[in-house]
Nanobody, 128 residues
């Protein structure tokens, strides 16, 4: 069982930055691939970024490439999402998720069904 708690959301102007954190409980955090998803009002939850359990492989949605960076600190049981050059269309609830779908050290899941545990989400609002 893994419990995930996101933090770091808030209100920011377009062009600004935010750093989201996701703290995980449990001693097996380092064996989980981790991901970030987001859901805007009236839209489906969508993939943002993922990082393999080893931290050696990363995957970003096209909307995040060049602006967002995912990282993890297995010693602190925490995964981060650094978001730069934010746009109003980035406004959404951001969710952290953990996956044990595969043991591969290269595994970076991009679909909702591949994730086993989810946090409650943190709101990010970008004003124009």
């Amino acid at each position: 069982q893994v419990q995930l708690v996101e933090s770091g959301g808030g209100l920011v102007q377009a062009g600004g930055s935010l750093r989201l954190s996701c703290a995980a409980s449990g001693r097996t955090f380092s064996s989980y691939a981790m991901g970030w998803f987001r859901q805007a009002p009236g839209k489906e939850r969508e993939f943002v970024s993922a990082i393999s359990w080893s931290g050696g492989n990363i995957n970003h949605a096209d909307s995040a490439k060049g602006r967002f960076t995912i990282s993890r600190d297995n010693a602190k049981n925490t995964v981060y999402l650094q978001m730069n050059s934010l746009k109003p269309e980035d406004t959404a609830v951001y969710y952290c998720a953990a996956s044990r779908y595969s043991d591969s050290s290269y595994y970076t899941p991009t679909t909702i069904k591949e994730y086993d545990y989810w946090g409650q989400g943190t709101q990010v609002t970008v004003s124009s």
